[in-house]
């Protein structure tokens, strides 16, 4: 299948995901232009029976920025998953009065529907009992998975640096921790900490034996980049020690034609049986201010748009990005 590059313009932080219904469903950052008041304020949802159709498919608003307080500025990264029975968006806010104090948020669909039926506010994520560390500072970029019959969140939190942690969850509340987390990856790389130090965006694929963690690391701009982490599906991934660390990015602005800073993604099956990774990436021509939106500050610059490519494996199995 050839997928138009772009594949959604102006969408960032991109996730895909193959409902129960076997319908795809789409979301990523609604865009903001110039400035933290000129967007950030909404969560957007697509529907279609092929992933590529998601490229043309009516987008929805299903929910929108409050005007005050928690979870009124910076809607940042939402995610859709389907888990004990419901669908749930976890999503990253801050305040208008304070655009910086981000954390993670949960919302619940009522219904089977999640394009046309209510969605209401579960509220901030949780700690468990006993974890007075979870949560309390920037944090954001939430993902779930599924394994072995456990269930898990990752996100991005910044203590020192942005780092990931990694915590279970009960499926029928999965808006609260059962257990403390575990640190999963920090900054160690130099191409982890170009203009700054960061891992955040997980995304999660499982092969037969192993799971990964993709991250993206570094600024946001040029810089961008994945990396990844990795241990065997029938460890314990609550234990650190099985978990290892790639020393080398998987994907970044070299392996890539006319684009740059790739990063964000998340991982889909195709209508087709092929395996996509979808990402976000600027055109090159944003580092030359010529992609027809530049503004000095990336994070408010449209152009970071979602794109798709198909991962390949090596003659071990393991997925390749470039």
Request: hydrophobic residues 35%.
């Amino acid at each position: 299948m050839n997928y138009p590059d772009p594949f959604i313009p102006q969408r960032a932080d991109p996730y895909v995901v193959k409902g129960p219904d076997n319908f795809y469903y789409f979301t990523a950052s609604y865009p903001a232009f110039m400035n933290a008041d000129a967007g950030y304020d909404r969560i957007i949802l697509r529907k279609s029976e092929t992933v590529i159709g998601l490229a043309t498919a009516e987008e929805k608003t299903i929910w929108r920025a409050h005007n005050k307080g928690v979870m009124s500025k910076h809607i940042w990264a939402p995610e859709i998953h389907y888990i004990g029975g419901k669908w749930y968006v976890f999503f990253a806010a801050g305040e208008k009065e304070n655009v910086w104090n981000i954390r993670p948020f949960v919302l619940m669909c009522k219904g089977q529907n999640p394009v046309n039926d209510e969605w209401v506010e579960m509220g901030k994520m949780q700690a468990c009992e006993g974890d007075n560390r979870s949560f309390t500072e920037f944090s954001l970029d939430m993902t779930y998975f599924e394994n072995n019959g456990k269930h898990y969140l990752i996100w991005a939190e910044k203590l020192d640096d942005s780092s990931l942690f990694m915590a279970e969850i009960n499926p029928n509340e999965p808006w609260k921790l059962i257990n403390k987390p575990i640190l999963l990856t920090k900054p160690e790389y130099d191409w982890e900490k170009i203009r700054f130090a960061v891992n955040e965006g997980p995304a999660v694929l499982k092969t037969d034996d192993k799971i990964y963690v993709f991250f993206s690391a570094s600024g946001t701009g040029e810089e961008y980049c994945m990396g990844k982490v990795y241990a065997d599906r029938n460890a314990d991934l609550m234990d650190i020690n099985n978990w290892k660390k790639s020393s080398e990015p998987a994907l970044q602005t070299s392996d890539l034609v006319d684009e740059a800073g790739p990063g964000h993604n998340s991982f889909v099956v195709d209508e087709n049986g092929d395996l996509l990774i979808v990402y976000h990436a600027r055109p090159f021509s944003h580092f030359k201010k010529k992609c027809g939106s530049y503004c000095d500050e990336p994070l408010y610059d449209p152009c970071r748009h979602a794109r798709i490519k198909l991962v390949n494996f090596d003659e071990k199995g393991t997925p390749i990005l470039k």
